[in-house]
């Protein structure tokens, strides 16, 4: 299995820009999830997906937007990119079984993302 | 919604010392606490968890301890190895709904 994948890995746009990041994930998880990471803010919550077809704002969505047509990928778009948007975005995936609520997140590599 | 406060934001070591890790959080109906370990340029993974009706946790060098009457919750690391250098996330969680994270630790480890 190849678990959490990320397309790209690395991109550079210019401001006004727009873009798509993909996220794959091949452990038919339920929840799918959008993080951006930067220096001492931690993970944030962009947006996130308990199930195909269904999307939901995090802490952070202004700017963004998502899409989950397929269970398999969740896609993350930026519409006209901003330097504020420049950052870290993580992937992540988690499962929900029956009466199981305590559920580990699958993280992907990541893409670093500048907006210049 | 939920808070997670962490502290230290970081934390420096020598080789064979203990590091101790503390995050507190708010909402008492949070019932589940992982701990994510990210090396420089890798993703998360986590590490160890903990669930609400325990009390604390072990797994060879690393332990978790939850006060939830105080609702406050600690990674502790033993016998610190350079490779233990990382940034460390907590988080809590009610039920199914969304982890909140921490903002995280950077453990520095010197040899």
């Known amino acids: 299995n190849a678990g959490v994948t990320q397309t790209p890995k690395f991109r550079v746009l210019k401001t006004g820009q727009s873009m798509t990041l993909l996220c794959a994930q091949d452990?038919?998880?339920?929840?799918m999830y959008w993080y951006r990471q930067d220096p001492g803010m931690g993970l944030r919550l962009i947006h996130y997906?308990?199930?195909?077809?269904?999307?939901a704002k995090g802490e952070v969505p202004d700017g963004y937007n998502v899409s989950r047509l397929k269970k398999q990928n969740f896609l993350l778009g930026l519409e006209s990119a901003a330097p504020s948007q420049t950052s870290v975005y993580f992937c992540?995936?988690?499962?929900?079984?029956?009466?199981?609520?305590?559920?580990?997140?699958?993280f992907g590599p990541g893409t670093r993302l500048t907006v210049l | 919604g939920e808070n997670v406060e962490q502290h230290p934001s970081t934390l420096s070591v020598q080789e064979g010392d203990s590091a101790v890790i503390k995050c507190t959080y708010s909402?008492?109906?949070?019932?589940?606490f992982p701990w994510y370990k990210q090396e420089l340029g890798k993703r998360p993974q986590l590490i160890i968890d903990?669930?609400?009706?325990?009390g604390e946790k072990k797994d060879q060098r690393i332990a978790v301890t939850l006060n939830k009457t105080a609702k406050h919750f600690s990674l502790h690391i033993t016998e610190t190895q350079p490779e233990d250098s990382a940034v460390y996330f907590c988080?809590?969680?009610?039920?199914?709904?969304?982890?909140?994270f921490g903002r995280g630790t950077s453990l520095i480890v010197h040899p």
């Open positions: 992540a995936s988690s499962y929900i079984s029956g009466t199981r609520l305590y559920n580990e997140q699958f």
């Open positions: 452990m038919n998880h339920e929840y």
């Open positions: 997906s308990v199930g195909e077809g269904t999307t």
């Open positions: 909402d008492s109906a949070s019932n589940y």
């Open positions: 903990i669930r609400s009706n325990v």
């Open positions: 988080a809590a969680k009610i039920g199914s709904y969304i982890p909140t």
